[in-house]
């Protein structure tokens, strides 16, 4: 059984290893701020833009966590995807 989770996510993205690059478009379950997820595995999505040319996205890690201070130091309490 589904049980309704409501989540308060403050989205940061981090793109170390491509300067100049951003993550846009940040969606779930193909929402834009969804204020409630029904389901147990969310999809996200987002697109990169860069101004270099050339730049594809190689690997991903999401992390989820209960304060920004965790989040600046790389550290997900609730969820870490790893690489």
């Given amino acids: ?3 309704l989770k409501v989540l308060s996510l403050s989205l940061g993205v981090g793109l170390s290893s491509l300067s100049g690059s ?3 478009d940040l969606r779930c ?7 409630a997820v029904d389901c ?3 999809r996200l999505s987002w697109s990169i833009h860069s101004e270099a040319r050339n730049v ?3 690997a991903y890690r999401i992390l989820v966590a209960s304060s920004q201070e965790l989040l600046a130091g790389d550290e997900g ?7």
Avoid at 29 to 34: G, K, L
Wanted: charged content about 20%; glycine content about 0%.
């Fill in 1 to 3: 059984m589904n049980v």
């Fill in 22 to 24: 951003v993550a846009t």
């Fill in 29 to 35: 379950e193909s929402q834009v701020n969804p204020i």
């Fill in 40 to 42: 147990e595995a969310p």
């Fill in 56 to 58: 594809q996205q190689t």
């Fill in 77 to 83: 309490d609730l969820w870490d995807s790893a690489r």
